[in-house]
C-alpha cells in the first residue's frame, strides 16, 4: 500500500516501523467505530472538548458541537471530537489558575500528536480559553476558537440577577446584615440559572470578546448567550471554516502578531474588562514571542476611552451587548486606534471586516461613541513603585476614584489563612482609611494565585457603611468583582518580593496618577527585613504540584511555565 500525504487520517502516523502498515492499522480500527472509507478520506477536523461534570458553565456542550460537526461534514471535512482538560472555575481547589498551564500543555500536545489538519477549540470558562489560545498558539495548527456563551440574566424579585457581580453584592449585604439567611439562601438559587459563562463582563466574557479581537474566533461570535440559537449557527460556522482553513491554512503564529496583541489590549480596556484578562493575554501571546510591556500598557490605557457600560462597572450584562452590536460594536468604535492590517481566522484583515460591518446599528444606552465614552481613560492601569518593582495593576474602572490618591498605614495579612482567621474580629485594629495588605497569595505561594484580592471589608467597617477601602495584595481578583484593589504584585511574596517585607503599622502611599505604589521604608530597614525572611512555602516533593512551583513565572510573564514560552 503506498503512503498517502500527509493529511487527514495519514497525518502523523504512529511509529511501528513501516508507515504504510501504520496507516492500514489506523484506518483498521477507525472503520471499528463505524466510519465508510469515504468519510475517512477526508480532511480532519478535531474538536477539542473541555466540558466535565465538573463544569456547570459547558453543559449545552453536547449540543454545541454537534452543531460544530455538522458545519465540518457539510464543507467536506470530517469531525472528531476528543476530551482534554475541563477547569471548572470553582470547583478546583486551589484554583483553577494552577491548572491553566496544565491544560494548555495538554491541548498543545493532543493537537500535535493526533491526526487533524485543523482544530476547532470549544471552550468558554476562566482559565479554559487561555489554555486553549496558549495550546493553539504552541502547536501552531489552523484553529478557529469557539466560545460557550454567557448566561442569561434572571428576573428575581423585580430585578435582574446573573452571576457573579450580584453574587458579590449580594454578598456583601449579607456580611454586612442587610440580608439574612433565608435571604442569601433564595439568592443563590436565582444567580446562575441556565448554561454558560458569566452574565457579566468578567473573566470570561473578556476572554470571549479578546478571542474576537485577537481575531481567532468567528466576527461577531463573542457575545451570543450561550442558550441562544445563534450560539449554535456560530458552532456551525466555526466547522465549516475549520474546513476552509485546511484547504488555506492560516495559523495561530500568524493571526497572534504584536499589533493584533495590541488590539486585543485596546478591545480589554474598552470594554472595563478582567484584570486577570492581562495575565492571560500575556500567557497568549508569550507562545508566539510577543511581549506585553506594563509601561506600554499605561500609554495604551491612557489613549483608550472606557466604551462598554457592563457590569461589574456599569449596569448591563452580556446578553444585553449582544443585542446592542456586540464586539463589532466596540471594534467599529476604536477603528482610529487599531491595526486594521491584522488577519483572522476568516481570512479577511480587521479592516476588511469591519468594511464590512459600516452602518450596522448599535445601543448607544449599551456601546458609548468613541466621541462620548464613559470614561476617558482605560479601565486598567499598572502600577509601580517600592512595593511592586516589576509591578502591579489596578482596575481603575471598578474602583472609588477617590481612593486613588492617599498613603494609608497597612493592617496585614500573612496568608490566606491568617485573612479567614481574623478579618471579622471585632478586636482587629482596623479604620475604613487602612490599607488591607494581604502576603502570600501570589503563584508561588502555595495557593497558586486565587482570586482572593477581593478582600473581604472587615465586618465591623460593613456593618458602619463602609463599601470600598483600599486592598493590595499579590493575588487575582475576579472578573466580576470590583473595589480599589491592586493586585498581581511582583515580584510575590512568597518569592521574597517587597510585599513579603511589609508590617502592621507601616505607611504606603499610592497614586494612580503616577502610577506608583511605595513602602515607605528607609533602606536599611528594608534590608534588615529581607535578611530575616524566609520563604513560607515548603517545595512540593512530585507530581504537577512540583512542575508547577518548579517552573511558574511571575504575573508579569504570564504565569506560564518559563519552558513553555517562546523566546
Request: charged share 20%; with cysteine.
Amino acid at each position: 500500500m503506498a503512503q498517502e500525504k500527509s493529511q487527514g487520517l495519514s497525518k502523523g502516523l504512529t511509529n511501528y516501523g513501516d508507515p504504510a502498515f501504520s496507516l492500514y492499522l489506523r484506518r483498521s480500527f477507525a472503520k471499528s467505530m463505524g466510519y465508510s472509507a469515504e468519510m475517512l478520506a477526508r480532511p480532519v477536523v478535531g474538536i477539542a472538548d473541555s466540558r466535565s461534570g465538573f463544569n456547570n458553565c459547558h453543559r449545552h456542550f453536547p449540543e454545541l458541537i454537534e452543531a460544530v460537526k455538522r458545519g465540518v461534514i457539510a464543507a467536506g471535512g470530517l469531525p472528531i471530537e476528543f476530551p482534554t482538560t475541563s477547569l471548572g472555575e470553582v470547583f478546583l481547589s486551589p484554583t483553577s489558575m494552577m491548572f491553566r498551564n496544565l491544560m494548555a500543555m495538554d491541548v498543545e500536545e493532543m493537537v500535535r500528536a493526533q491526526p487533524m489538519d485543523a482544530v476547532v477549540l470549544v471552550g468558554g470558562c476562566d482559565k479554559t480559553v487561555p489554555a486553549q489560545l496558549m495550546g493553539a498558539a504552541s502547536a501552531d495548527v489552523p484553529a478557529v476558537q469557539l466560545l460557550a456563551g454567557p448566561m442569561m440574566p434572571t428576573s428575581y424579585r423585580g430585578e435582574r440577577l446573573g452571576a457573579c457581580t450580584d453574587c458579590r453584592r449580594f454578598w456583601a449585604m449579607y456580611r454586612a446584615g442587610k440580608v439574612d439567611a433565608q435571604g442569601i439562601a433564595d439568592v443563590e438559587g436565582n444567580l446562575a440559572t441556565t448554561a454558560g459563562t458569566c452574565a457579566v463582563m468578567g473573566t470570561a466574557s473578556t476572554m470571549a470578546a479578546l478571542a474576537e479581537a485577537l481575531g481567532m474566533a468567528l466576527p461577531g461570535s463573542a457575545a451570543i448567550p450561550a442558550v441562544h440559537a445563534d450560539r449554535l449557527r456560530a458552532g456551525e460556522a466555526s466547522g465549516r471554516r475549520a474546513v476552509e482553513l485546511v484547504k488555506n491554512p492560516i495559523r495561530p503564529s500568524q493571526i497572534i502578531t504584536q499589533r493584533s496583541v495590541e488590539n486585543a489590549v485596546r478591545v480589554l480596556l474598552a470594554i472595563g474588562g478582567s484584570t486577570n484578562a492581562i495575565i492571560h493575554l500575556t500567557a497568549i501571546a508569550g507562545r508566539v514571542g510577543v511581549k506585553i510591556d506594563l509601561n506600554r500598557l499605561n500609554e495604551v490605557s491612557d489613549s483608550t476611552p472606557v466604551l462598554v457600560d457592563l457590569k461589574p462597572t456599569g449596569q448591563f450584562y452580556m446578553s444585553d451587548l449582544y443585542a446592542a452590536g456586540g464586539v463589532g460594536a466596540v471594534l467599529r468604535e476604536l477603528k482610529p486606534l487599531l491595526h486594521l492590517e491584522c488577519m483572522s481566522v476568516t481570512g479577511e484583515t480587521l479592516g476588511q471586516r469591519l468594511a464590512h460591518e459600516e452602518g450596522a446599528w448599535v445601543d448607544r444606552a449599551v456601546v458609548r461613541p468613541l466621541s462620548d465614552p464613559l470614561a476617558k481613560e482605560g479601565g486598567l492601569v499598572a502600577l509601580f513603585g517600592s512595593l511592586a518593582p516589576n509591578g502591579a495593576i489596578l482596575k481603575r474602572s471598578a474602583a472609588d476614584a477617590n481612593l486613588f490618591e492617599r498613603e494609608g498605614r497597612a493592617v496585614v495579612f500573612n496568608s490566606l489563612d491568617d485573612l479567614a482567621a481574623r478579618v471579622d474580629d471585632p478586636a482587629l485594629d482596623i479604620t475604613a482609611d487602612d490599607f488591607m495588605v494581604l502576603q502570600n497569595a501570589g503563584p508561588k505561594s502555595g495557593y497558586a494565585m486565587p482570586e482572593a484580592g477581593y478582600l473581604p471589608i472587615p465586618q465591623k467597617l460593613a456593618r458602619a457603611g463602609v463599601k470600598d477601602m483600599v486592598r493590595i495584595s499579590d493575588a487575582r481578583m475576579s472578573g466580576t468583582a470590583y473595589g480599589t484593589i491592586v493586585l498581581h504584585v511582583s515580584p510575590e511574596a512568597a518569592a521574597g518580593g517587597p510585599l513579603a517585607l511589609v508590617r502592621n503599622g507601616d505607611r504606603i502611599r499610592l497614586s494612580v496618577k503616577q502610577r506608583k505604589i511605595d513602602l515607605l521604608l528607609p533602606e536599611n530597614e528594608l534590608s534588615k527585613r529581607k535578611a530575616a525572611w524566609k520563604p513560607p512555602v515548603t517545595p512540593p516533593a512530585r507530581g504537577y504540584a512540583k512542575l508547577y512551583m518548579d517552573h511558574v513565572l511571575q504575573a508579569e510573564h504570564g504565569c506560564d511555565f518559563d519552558f513553555l514560552r517562546k523566546a
